[in-house]
């Protein structure tokens, strides 16, 4: 097996297990067992679990930056359409319609952010990635006239963010969707009115 791949392999296993169970309950024999490899392989690829749960972050918010890029550059609709797709989307993003599993980057800043110095600034760098990602298609929209809230788009997407990663918990808690539908009910009846 190439070397590489090895270490593809735990990302990608560390991902779907780590989302499923957290991080701290996820032992760096789950992971092992779960991609098939033996356990000193995984510490041939990282120095600590801490360093491999930023790195499995990291190629989480990856993940979803592809598939944000999509729906916030689509230039065949309105910059708010945009912004309305993307978290229709991210409503509807849960495959188990079991709501347990919720975002892992809320379940990490939930679990880890009072733990880890290395997963806290990780964490930090995926906000502001984010925040700008939907600033610019907020600044786009206030352009175009279609958002009449003056605010900084800076400031209004970091409050989308928190208010939805608090939705996404919510789910959790009630294992329904009522959270994320009162979510974008209230973002675009009032806030992005």
């Known amino acids: 097996m190439k070397h590489g791949s090895t270490r593809d392999r735990l990302l990608a296993t560390g991902l779907r297990v780590m989302h499923a169970q957290g991080f701290n309950a996820t032992g760096v024999q789950d992971i092992t067992q779960a991609a098939g490899v033996p356990k000193g392989s995984f510490y041939n690829h990282f120095d600590s679990k801490e360093g491999f749960g930023a790195e499995v972050l990291g190629r989480f918010w990856e993940d979803r930056t592809a598939r944000a890029l999509n729906v916030l550059s689509d230039e ?37 952010a009072g733990q880890s110095r290395l997963v806290r ?31 900084d788009p800076e400031t209004l997407a970091a409050f989308l963010i928190d208010a939805f990663e608090g939705a996404v918990l919510r789910t959790k808690v009630d294992q329904d969707g009522r959270a994320l539908a009162r979510f974008e009910q209230l973002i675009f009846d009032s806030i992005l009115s």
């Open 76 to 112: 065949s609709l309105t910059p708010l359409a945009r912004l309305k797709a993307y978290f229709a989307a991210k409503a509807r993003a849960e495959p188990t319609k079991t709501f347990d599993r919720g975002c892992m980057i809320g379940n990490f800043s939930a679990e880890m």
């Open 121 to 151: 600034d990780r964490l930090g760098a995926v906000y502001a990635a984010w925040t700008r990602l939907l600033a610019a298609c907020i600044a786009e929209a206030q352009a175009a006239g279609e958002i009449r809230n003056p605010g």
